[in-house]
């Protein structure tokens, strides 16, 4: 059972809903029964809350911002980072890759990343602080899963252009939408609104993911590209 704190992030992500919008809104309409004899309260929650039509979101906190503001667009790249993560693994599950569970645990990760971004700790109390810490077990699991791979590889003595098959490519590109998530994070950790340790797994994230590419283009026997600087 996803934690209440993961929820509201994960309800912010998706469309910039607050954590009171879609997740926690149920549908209730009395004297009204549904086909099956239950009452409509029973109902799933609808997709839309018209909550955010003005322009305004929440944070977990419960402050409205502007979708513009630079927590909705730290948010809007980890949904992004999960979806790039998402399509490589879909990628490498069909090569039977046991390392898959890995990126699985890695898209879990960033939901509790989600979490510690919504939660600003300029209006967080300290029920909202316990329910979205991030602690550095993360980043310290994420070099060792580098450590590992990096012993198989062979040097590195050029630049890589993303390729090397479609696994590998499409874990290079989830590398640059990490690097990008990464950006949006490092101004909220100094402006003291988000946890460093966010900042940190997302930047060893980008080189897990660079060196699982690497990885998987050598098991599959693929070419590495490399850069040659143009003729004149």
């Avoid at 992030?9 to 998706?14: D, K, Q």
């Avoid at 906190?61 to 503001?69: C, L, V, Y």
């Avoid at 040097?155 to 990490?178: D, E, N, Q, Y």
Wanted: proline content about 6%.
């Amino acid at each position: 059972m996803l934690r209440r704190a993961a929820a509201a992030a994960a309800a912010a992500v998706r469309g910039l809903r607050g954590p009171l919008g879609t997740a926690g809104r149920w549908q209730q309409r009395s004297g009204e029964g549904s086909p099956d004899g239950g009452s409509r309260s029973d109902r799933a929650p609808k997709i839309y809350t018209r909550t955010g039509d003005a322009g305004f979101s929440s944070t977990f906190t419960g402050e409205r911002r502007p979708k513009a503001d630079r927590i909705f667009e730290a948010l809007g790249a980890t949904d992004e980072l999960s979806s790039a993560i998402g399509l490589a693994g879909e990628f490498m599950s069909e090569k039977g890759y046991t390392f898959v569970e890995q990126l699985h645990k890695v898209q879990c990760m960033l939901q509790d990343v989600g979490s510690n971004i919504a939660t600003p700790l300029s209006s967080a109390r300290e029920a909202h602080l316990k329910r979205t810490s991030f602690s550095e077990k993360p980043v310290l699991e994420l070099e060792q899963w580098i450590d590992s791979y990096s012993e198989q590889l062979p040097p590195l003595r050029a630049f890589i252009l993303p390729s090397g098959g479609k696994s590998s490519a499409a874990l290079h590109f989830s590398r640059a939408v990490c690097r990008r998530a990464e950006r949006c994070v490092v101004p909220l950790v100094q402006a003291g609104e988000a946890d460093p340790n966010v900042a940190k797994y997302l930047n060893r994230l980008s080189d897990y993911l660079f060196v699982l590419a690497r990885y998987t283009a050598m098991k599959e026997g693929k070419e590495e590209k490399i850069y040659v600087k143009p003729g004149p």
